[in-house]
């Protein structure tokens, strides 16, 4: 098994900046693919953007120029760097990996952390 421990949400007004760390332990033989994703209130999770080990980032549109997705290897760690916040962003944001967990390959998510971005 695998578990995905979010940290570093929290309340920032518009302009402001927040680091998402998401750490990943327990049985894992290899990490593929970490990223992040998010839920607004009324709305579905969409993408945020995610990272393969070969170094491939991918980030929705609505990030592009103010978020960077990060990682540490070594650490079995994704970070999430946003900047300029907006209102909009705001949501419950979600780690996810997926590797050799075990003794299979699967996704694993984490409990979400809280982003509260005021205007």
């Known amino acids: 098994q695998v578990q995905l421990v979010e940290s570093g949400g929290g309340l920032v007004q518009a302009g402001g900046s927040l680091r998402l760390s998401c750490a990943a332990s327990?049985?894992?033989?290899?990490?593929?693919?970490m990223g992040w994703y998010r839920r607004a209130p009324g709305k579905q999770r969409e993408l945020v953007a995610d990272?393969?080990?070969?170094?491939?980032?991918n980030y929705a549109d609505f990030v592009k120029g103010r978020f960077t997705i990060s990682r540490d290897d070594a650490k079995n760690t994704v970070y999430l760097q946003m900047n300029s916040l907006k209102p909009e962003d705001t949501a419950v944001y979600y780690c996810?990996?997926?590797?050799?967990?075990?003794?299979?390959?699967?996704?694993?998510w984490g409990q979400g952390t809280q982003v509260t971005v005021s205007s």
């Open positions: 327990g049985s894992i033989f290899g990490i593929s693919a």
């Open positions: 996810n990996a997926y590797g050799r967990f075990g003794s299979t390959w699967s996704r694993a």
């Open positions: 990272l393969s080990t070969g170094g491939t980032t």
